[in-house]
């Protein structure tokens, strides 16, 4: 029983031994070169990825930067409005005051819902051009990935040659 797991062992040494000696043959020239093909197709395809991601990010960054500057002025429009009706509040005679301040109300409820409503029409846009680069991304993402299986292809087909 000894005698038989030692050779057991030993064949199994020597299987091993073997399986290092042994190294993947070199590739052919062809291979070789549709590998350097293959290559370059993939840093091109890489590379317009990354372009096409900055852009779309760019993008983004623009429709961001307009709308916090019409959200500001709307703000300040709106800030404007408020001290202008509490100031003709507070320039009201006594008895003319509950009257100026239903029309204080009135202009600041104005000023308030036009706030809002260009808050609400910047943030669409934001989020329109956010949902277009995410698109953008995708499909140069699927680009790539188509890029990269194409390459894979000829390679094992130029192997598959020899």
């Known amino acids: ?20 000696t042994m190294t993947t043959p070199a590739p052919t020239p062809e291979v070789a070169k549709a590998q350097a093909k293959a290559g370059e197709k993939i840093a091109k395809a ?3 990825e990354v372009k096409k991601a900055a852009d779309a990010d760019q993008d983004v960054a623009k429709a961001q930067a307009k709308a916090n500057e019409k959200v500001a002025k709307a703000h300040s429009k ?32 104005a000023a308030n ?16 051009e956010q949902a277009e680069a995410n698109e953008e991304k ?9 890029a990269k299986a194409k390459a894979n292809a000829d390679i094992k087909s130029a192997a598959a040659k020899h």
């Open 46 to 48: 890489e590379a317009k």
């Open 113 to 128: 819902a036009k706030l809002d409503k260009t808050v609400a029409k910047a943030d669409a846009k934001v989020a329109k």
């Open 138 to 146: 995708a499909i140069a993402a699927a680009n790539t990935a188509e």
């Open 78 to 109: 709106a800030d404007k409005e408020h001290a202008e009706a509490a100031e003709k509040v507070a320039k009201a005679d006594p008895e003319d005051r509950m009257k100026a301040e239903a029309k204080a109300d009135k202009k600041i409820a």
């Open 1 to 20: 029983m000894n005698k038989l797991i030692a050779t057991l062992i030993a064949g199994l040494f020597a299987a091993g031994a073997m399986a290092q």
